[in-house]
């Protein structure tokens, strides 16, 4: 229990202290940042003050998350598809940065060694994170606290459930990579422990929550804390998109299958 409470870095992690290097690493932290999930928790910090600054409560007011970009159904496709080779490249620069100054993904857990463990711990995480995180969504959504999300509003098309799949599997990839195995291994080369290392991910992952309201930046960082651990003590990454990835597609396809039926689902 206290390797899980208060762990070790692993052996092997280089500590970067020549000066340059981590102004150097620095600006890398920042300039990905700023132009990915900072960007986005800036803009959800925007959205949140822009909703409390609404006449209503927040649970009067919706948020959507897939929503269609385009009047032609083709370029709306087309529009959804970039979207998701956008967040396949945000997680690939993060891992390419990496393994430009010495970590390979193997050593993050981007590897194929263990498919099955990695799909079993996924389901498993999915489960933990999921089930609970539904309640908190609804607690916080009727104390006033949680915008109404509305996971899809795309049209009854042919592609949508496709569509919502990749977009599920792209998000998962692009968070789990940067939030997860690019920010904490950077950190841990800065020399912070790893709780400190964990905090920091899981704050960032609730930030660019906050266009859901207060429950969605609280559940996000209850969420971080856990995938984040889970990375730290076992160190397999496809993990944790494999849960994310499952969190995602059972929150968007399953809404566009339940809307209208459910009677608590808005």
């Known amino acids: 229990m206290r390797d899980w409470v208060l762990p070790e870095r692993p052996a092997g992690i280089v500590t970067i202290d020549e000066?340059?290097?981590?102004?150097?690493?620095?600006?890398?932290?920042?300039?990905?940042?700023?132009?990915?999930?900072?960007?986005?928790?800036?803009?959800?910090?925007?959205?949140?003050?822009?909703?409390?600054?609404?006449?209503?409560?927040?649970?009067?007011?919706?948020?959507?998350?897939n929503v269609p970009q385009a009047a032609a159904h083709l370029i709306d496709l087309l529009l959804q598809l970039a979207n998701v080779l956008q967040l396949a490249a945000w997680g690939a620069l993060g891992v390419y940065l990496l393994w430009r100054t010495g970590t390979r993904a193997r050593e993050i857990g981007l590897d194929r060694r263990h498919p099955a463990g990695d799909l079993a711990k996924g389901v498993g995480l999915a489960a933990l994170i999921g089930i609970p995180g539904?309640?908190?969504?609804?607690?916080a959504r009727a104390l006033g606290l949680n915008l109404t999300v509305l996971p899809s509003t795309l049209t009854d098309t042919w592609w949508r459930a496709p569509v919502l799949v990749l977009a599920a599997i792209g998000n998962a990839?692009?968070?789990?990579?940067?939030?997860v195995g690019y920010l904490i291994t950077r950190l841990r080369q800065f020399g912070w422990r790893e709780n400190r290392s964990l905090l920091a991910s899981a704050v960032l992952r609730g930030s660019y929550h906050?266009?859901?309201?207060?429950?969605?930046?609280?559940?996000?960082?209850?969420?971080?804390?856990?995938?984040?651990?889970?990375?730290?003590?076992?160190?397999?990454?496809?993990?944790?998109?494999?849960?994310?990835?499952?969190?995602?597609?059972?929150?968007?396809?399953?809404?566009?299958?339940?809307?209208?039926?459910v009677r608590w689902l808005p």
């Open 210 to 261: 906050l266009y859901q309201g207060f429950g969605g930046f609280l559940g996000n960082v209850v969420m971080g804390l856990v995938f984040g651990r889970a990375w730290q003590r076992t160190n397999r990454l496809w993990a944790l998109v494999v849960a994310h990835a499952l969190l995602d597609v059972v929150a968007f396809v399953g809404y566009t299958v339940l809307h209208g039926h």
């Open 134 to 139: 539904l309640g908190f969504y609804l607690l």
């Open 173 to 179: 990839w692009a968070e789990e990579a940067l939030v």
């Open 19 to 65: 000066a340059e290097q981590r102004r150097a690493a620095t600006w890398e932290l920042l300039i990905v940042f700023s132009i990915t999930l900072g960007l986005s928790a800036l803009r959800s910090l925007l959205s949140l003050l822009d909703s409390l600054l609404k006449p209503g409560p927040l649970n009067r007011q919706s948020v959507a998350l």
